[in-house]
């Protein structure tokens, strides 16, 4: 090998080695202080864009959760609503019949017409009850719906019913209406009100199995993610040592190198 001092190719690859061991070194050290795998674009171009999609998709997630636990919180919020009008019921259908008790005087009877009453205004009461001001219950005769999402994407969605409950208890608005025979108007409204208790448990349930399905996506898109993303410690820390020791090496193998043109100054003298 010729001796020569404008070019000292050993230090030129000596220079270069040394830059690739350090660009290796910086992006274990990006990769290993973030905990991400994906430090820039250019490491895995296609893999960012998976995984942007799935941590989109784990946002959606956490927001439809959160919205079927909200409905969750409505229909437990008109379950006891339901059991507070139930409770109302059976106690005006405990009057009724007392009110059809021939021995009782006018004044006794007036005495069940004054706590009936006042039962029949809380069940008015009740039936104007909502969660977050949506009416647990429609105002009107006909039942209405409330549309809940099940999936993060809208593909799949059901129903909850804001029960007709004003309906139930429409036919009678004083003792009188309910004694004797017509008590059928009272029985009738606590078989509809046990309807409507059915199908706001079922409903429930069927909410809550849908929250932990969403969970469940949740977590495995979370993995998914997880294994494009994030950094294998184990594996980069002994990458990131490697690095290091091909940078000291190169350093010295540079310094090394730039020393060796020292040859032609004693060829010289």
């Known amino acids: 090998m010729a001796v020569v001092i404008n070019t000292n190719t050993s230090a030129s690859y000596a220079a270069a080695n040394l830059s690739r061991s ?7 050290l990006a990769r290993l202080s973030s905990g991400s795998r994906i430090s820039t674009s250019a490491d895995d171009a296609g893999g960012l ?12 997630t956490d927001a439809a959760a959160v919205n079927v636990s909200n409905a969750i919180s409505f229909l437990q919020t008109q379950a006891g609503s339901l059991k507070s009008v139930s409770a109302v019921l059976d106690r005006m259908s405990e009057l009724a019949t007392l009110g059809g008790d021939v021995t009782k005087s006018a004044a006794d009877l007036s ?5 009936f009453d006042n039962l029949y205004s809380e069940l008015a009461k009740l039936t104007a009850d909502s ?15 409330l549309t ?6 809208g593909s799949q969605q059901m129903t909850i019913d804001q029960g007709a409950l004003a309906n139930q208890y429409s036919s009678f608005t004083n003792l009188s209406n309910v004694t004797g025979a017509s008590i059928s108007n009272v029985t009738s409204a606590i078989q509809n009100l046990a309807t409507l208790m059915a199908t706001n448990g079922a409903q429930a349930s069927r ?15 979370e993995s998914s993610n997880s294994r494009i993303y994030d950094v294998d410690v184990a594996a980069e820390t002994t990458k990131l040592a490697r690095a290091n020791i091909l940078v000291q090496s190169g350093a010295s193998m540079l310094t090394q190198a730039n020393a060796a043109s020292q040859i ?6």
Do not use: H
Request: no cysteine; aromatic share 10%.
């Open 22 to 28: 350090s660009e290796l070194l910086q992006k274990s």
């Open 49 to 60: 864009a998976v995984s942007m999609k799935f941590s989109a998709a784990i946002k959606r």
């Open 111 to 115: 005495n069940y017409s004054t706590e």
């Open 131 to 145: 969660f977050n001001g949506i009416n647990l219950f429609t105002s009107g005769t006909t039942a209405s719906s």
């Open 148 to 153: 809940v999402y099940l999936a993060q994407d």
């Open 207 to 221: 909410l809550q199995f849908a929250l932990d399905s969403l969970n469940v996506n949740k977590v495995n898109l």
């Open 264 to 269: 032609a100054l004693k060829l010289l003298q």
